[in-house]
């Protein structure tokens, strides 16, 4: 899986050089122009890294890294104009990960992004093995590939049984028992149709993929 990267610069001909870079190194990204729609992304999808513009039109960077910090671990790297020891000092103590001055060098600017994403363990790249899925039960969230599904009630409990054992297959009766609060007042085929609609979602984010696994005659299973 590709790291996913928020740019957030509001001078166009910046944001595309930043683009450029860090897609010809092997990421994804994602831009905004305002400090204000960092909270919404991070809200919406799974963000690896987010390169961040001092001098933003609405807010202040460093204050928006103070919102961010409040909540998240995400790891941020500061752009800035300013050159002075004391911004870097700043930016550093209200927990900026990193802090690349204007004008800089594309290539380094990806080579700081890649360090970070490593030191971080936040470097998809690796060769370690990599969840597909990410099952937050307490929310009744589940992202797949960092990307979050809309499921309805029992599209999420159907879905969050197989991720809870995955390569163990189980039979439709099984399933409708553990995903249902009346599993008697519905059919064996109901099973059928909300997994169809599950992997449809699935597929929406990665069509290569199908990691629901059908046993004919049995039931339903989970890929390791």
Sequence with gaps: MKPRILIVED?????DTIDYALQTNGCTTLRVTTGGAVADELAQQ???LIVLDIGLPDIDGIEVCRQVRAHSSVPIIFLTARSDEIDRVVGLEIGADDYVV????PRELA???KAVLRRTGRDSS???PVSLFS??????RIEFCGTPLALSRYEFNLLAVLIDHP????????????????????MDRTVDAHIKNIRAKLKTIRPDLDPIIT???IGYALQE
């Design 135 to 140: 099952l937050d039960q307490p929310r009744q």
């Design 11 to 15: 001078e166009p001909a910046i944001a």
């Design 167 to 186: 390569g163990r297959v189980f039979s439709r009766e099984q399933l409708m028992n553990l995903a249902w609060e009346e599993p008697q007042a519905s």
């Design 215 to 217: 046993h004919r005659g």
């Design 102 to 105: 204007k004008p800089f060098s």
């Design 111 to 113: 080579a700081r992004v």
């Design 46 to 48: 799974h963000i690896d």
């Design 126 to 128: 690796a060769d370690e």
